[in-house]
């Protein structure tokens, strides 16, 4: 698992890039969580959810929002961050060009900026959405939302409050032509603390389906 450092818009960023033998393969980008509150590249979540798609043979890059670990620049509540991510897009692009397609996952504050950049980026074709914070920022810039994705969370999230993500389903799922697959899990606090392998299995169930709907639709 190669570290790479590559030019984002406030310095250097670091992350890890999989490269699949494959050069048409897929791009997959993983954003991690708050980095105020520990979040980082190597977050449980972010590093099983890098390594599904690795194992599904993508190009998967996981990556430090500016600030953290060894990246360069300060936290920009959010505006930065999604500048950082659509320079990660870029930077995986111009190394892989002959890709097809993309996919983005994140968790809580890095659901959040994924879900920004899919909304600028019409050639993401799915999203993974762990506990997205809808209580704490806002996600009304998708409307419409151009992919058809996965929305996870915990029914015990006091954080990511369940109610609040039921609310931004609801309203996604009233959008023509996308299809939102909803997931709770029961019991599930905001960080999945034992149950990650429940997670990982939604989320890799969900992904395996979209992959074999792609695949026959071909």
């Not at 999989?18 to 708050?34: G, N, T």
């Not at 019409?122 to 704490?136: D, M, Q, R, T, W």
Request: hydrophobic letters at 40%; one cysteine or more; a negative charge.
């Amino acid at each position: 698992m190669p570290e790479v450092i590559f030019t984002g818009p406030a310095g250097r960023l670091e992350g890890r890039l999989q490269p699949s033998s494959d050069r048409r393969a897929p791009l997959a980008i993983v954003l991690h969580p708050h980095p105020h509150f520990g979040g980082t590249m190597n977050n449980q979540i972010i590093y099983n959810l890098f390594y599904m798609f690795k194992e599904r043979n993508f190009t998967v890059l996981r990556f430090n929002f500016r600030g953290v670990g060894r990246s360069q620049g300060e936290f920009d509540h959010g505006a930065g961050e999604l500048a950082d991510a659509a320079s990660a897009l870029d930077w995986l692009q111009a190394i892989h060009p002959e890709a097809r397609g993309c996919w983005i996952a994140g968790f809580s504050f890095g659901a959040w900026i994924g879900m920004q950049l899919l909304m600028r980026r019409p050639e993401v074709e799915g999203f993974i959405s762990v506990a997205p914070p809808a209580n704490l920022h806002d996600f009304s810039f998708l409307a419409p939302c151009p992919s058809s994705g996965l929305i996870v969370h915990g029914d015990r999230d006091r954080v990511a409050l369940p109610k609040d993500t039921q609310t931004l389903v609801d309203k996604l799922k009233t959008q023509k032509g996308i299809v939102i697959d909803h997931t709770i899990v029961p019991g599930a606090n905001h960080f999945f603390e034992g149950q990650v392998d429940e997670l990982l299995g939604i989320c890799s169930g969900y992904l395996d389906r979209r992959l074999a709907e792609k695949e026959n639709a071909a």
